[in-house]
């Protein structure tokens, strides 16, 4: 290979390549290794390779290569650019013979701060999650597949007697902990949802206690938290419980009325037995503790239970009489003695003589009231962090935004350059804030809607005017198809222009580079339909039930590149819902994707007068 084509081959590549010779200095570098970098090309020949990627030294680079001495990747390395900011990378560093028979060495290598805040804050995700349940003492973790490594919860280490400070594998140390006998059915779950592609799954096991002294019942959920775009699990959740007080019950019951007698009355969690007429037969102490009566038999279990919850248990326990389910789980709300409102997990199963014929029905209930009230703490804590930060984001990026608009000429290119990326992470940052707003305030119902009639299509017509900066950003312009007659709804003005602008950015951020995205506003059947399409990858498939659900983003490299909170989508349908219409998508892969949403004619006439507008 001559230096020519070795000098044409590394321009090419948008791979940040680096040629360095037998010395370690750099030969040559490609232009996506001088923006990467910071330095101009003229910069780069000569320049020792240690003083921007943290090798220690020469014999650092070949004892990396020793055991594979054609490529071989390194790992743990930091690049350190002109402006001085440290970025963890990872390198395949390649040899090659230079025609004077030196070794020499290529280096191609990958920022890899994305992927490393992707694992921390999954380590994050997790213990946020373990802090929310820890009240219901439920174990989680989390399976990467394509890794096959596991991520457990503290409770988890505790469920199996695991010290924090031990280092161990957990994997194994739950597999040698299972029953033999059990092991394939505990294992079941992960295999239906990788196999068979089912989306959740649970089994009940047996598990030994870490001094093999005694069996311990585990109940496991799995669900699948992600999956490819071939619609394969690659990461799974799952949650565990100690289930063998309930196995103990139901075994005590089989063996003798007393054993059952003394496991129901000395329970720590309420437990009632229910006749097939739906009324309390028998209570135990904690039972009435958590609803605040002396006793419950000779009172109708409708008088306690919250009115909206009613009609789901009585379903179910038509259901379970048909033989339709075995078990009902849910989470309601009783009436406690005070008045106040009892939140309580409710599980009931059905018992059946030895004829098959039901017999009783057995309930138990876990107290949810602090677990659900350190919940709404949570959304306030979130709500008022997202106060405080709003007011400094603000005031940075209008700093930012008149920096770059006065001092343009100023500045040097990198630091142009370095205020750009400024600006647009600060936008970014504002952004993020004013979701999780938006966000907490329709959780607690308190985002405020200020009604009145408007004309949609000029809503529409205005919004794609002020984002069609946005649209060009990405190389894509718009067009609109609006209707001359009127089509007044009763909206809130800005919060409708919210809508229309995240559709609208969605489409061009989504676009292929060229395209433009299409605006079309009519009238159907008494609604006024908005359509907003473009050409793009599409929305995939596996993605379709998920896209308006809070945090939710596909799983691709494309949609992380653009970014976003995931929010976006889940806050439009709930305006649009709440102002009285539907939203919905339909997208084709490779194809057009059609983003819409249709809002009632206001029922009176309102004077208001269509506005056109061209974009």
């Known amino acids: 290979m001559n ?331 009783y009436i406690h003695a005070s008045g106040k409102i009892v939140w309580a997990q409710l599980s009931m199963v059905l018992v059946r003589d030895s004829f098959g014929d039901p017999k009783h029905f057995i309930s138990q209930i876990v107290d949810l009231t602090e677990h659900r009230r350190l919940q709404d703490l949570k959304s306030e804590f979130i709500a008022s962090v997202s106060h405080e930060l709003r007011t400094p984001v603000t005031s940075i990026l209008g700093a930012l935004k008149l920096l770059s608009a006065t001092q343009q000429d100023s500045l040097s290119d990198p630091a142009r350059k370095l205020v750009g990326i400024l600006v647009q992470n600060s936008e970014r940052l504002s952004q993020l804030v004013n979701d999780i707003l938006d966000f907490e305030k329709f959780s607690v119902g308190k985002l405020r809607f200020d009604i009145k009639p408007q004309n949609v299509a000029s809503l529409v017509a205005k919004s794609a005017l002020q984002n069609g900066p946005y649209a060009e950003s990405h190389n894509v312009h718009i067009v609109t198809d609006l209707p001359l007659v009127p089509t007044v709804c009763d909206v809130d003005p800005a919060r409708l222009t919210q809508v229309i602008t995240n559709l609208l950015s969605n489409a061009a951020k989504f676009s292929y580079a060229g395209g433009k995205v299409e605006v079309q506003v009519k009238i159907v059947d008494g609604m006024v339909r908005t359509c907003i399409s473009n050409q793009g990858d599409g929305v995939p498939p596996s993605f379709h039930d998920k896209i308006f659900k809070p945090f939710s983003q596909a799983a691709s490299a494309m949609t992380r590149a653009v970014g976003g909170t995931g929010l976006g989508l889940s806050i439009s349908k709930q305006i649009v819902e709440h102002l009285g219409g539907q939203i919905g998508f339909d997208s084709e892969p490779g194809g057009q994707t059609d983003f819409w949403f249709t809002l009632p004619l206001a029922k009176t006439d309102t004077g208001v007068t269509p506005i056109a507008l061209a974009c």
Not at 7 to 26: H, K, Y
């Open 3 to 333: 230096e020519s084509f070795y000098q044409q081959m590394i321009e090419a590549t948008e791979v940040v390549m680096i040629a360095l010779d037998a010395n370690g200095n750099v030969l040559t570098a490609n232009p996506s290794a001088c923006a990467f970098f910071g330095y101009e090309k003229s910069g780069f020949p000569g320049l020792p390779v240690f003083q921007i990627l943290s090798f220690t030294d020469l014999d650092d680079i070949k004892t990396r290569m020793a055991a594979q001495p054609r490529s071989a990747p390194a790992r743990g390395l930091t690049a350190t650019t002109l402006m001085g900011a440290t970025i963890p990378v990872a390198t395949t560093i390649s040899s090659w013979r230079s025609p004077e028979g030196d070794t020499c060495y290529s280096l191609a290598l990958r920022d890899v701060q994305a992927e490393l805040a992707v694992e921390r804050s999954t380590q994050a995700e997790l213990i946020r999650a373990s802090n929310a349940i820890q009240g219901a003492n439920i174990a989680v973790f989390e399976y990467d597949v394509l890794a096959d490594e596991a991520i457990v919860s503290d409770i988890w280490r505790e469920a199996l007697e695991i010290a924090p400070e031990e280092t161990l594998d957990v994997q194994a140390e739950w597999r040698g902990r299972v029953h033999p006998e059990d092991l394939e059915a505990a294992l079941a779950p992960v295999v239906g949802c990788l196999e068979d592609n089912l989306d959740r799954a649970s089994c009940e096991y047996r598990m030994y206690t870490r001094d093999r002294s005694a069996l311990r019942w585990i109940k496991t959920d799995i669900a699948v938290a992600e999956r490819d775009k071939d619609g394969k699990a690659i990461r799974l959740c799952g949650a565990q419980q100690d289930i063998t007080e309930r196995k103990q019950a139901e075994h005590a019951l089989h063996e003798s009325v007393d054993q059952f007698r003394s496991a129901f009355d000395n329970a720590p969690i309420g437990k009632a037995i229910l006749g097939l007429d739906a009324r309390w037969t028998e209570v135990n102490a904690a039972f009435c503790a958590i609803l605040g009566f002396d006793d419950l038999v000779n009172m109708d279990p409708r008088s306690v239970i919250h009115p909206d919850d009613l009609g789901q248990d009585l379903e179910a326990f038509e259901a379970m009489l048909a033989g339709e389910q075995d078990v009902y789980q849910t989470e309601k709300r």
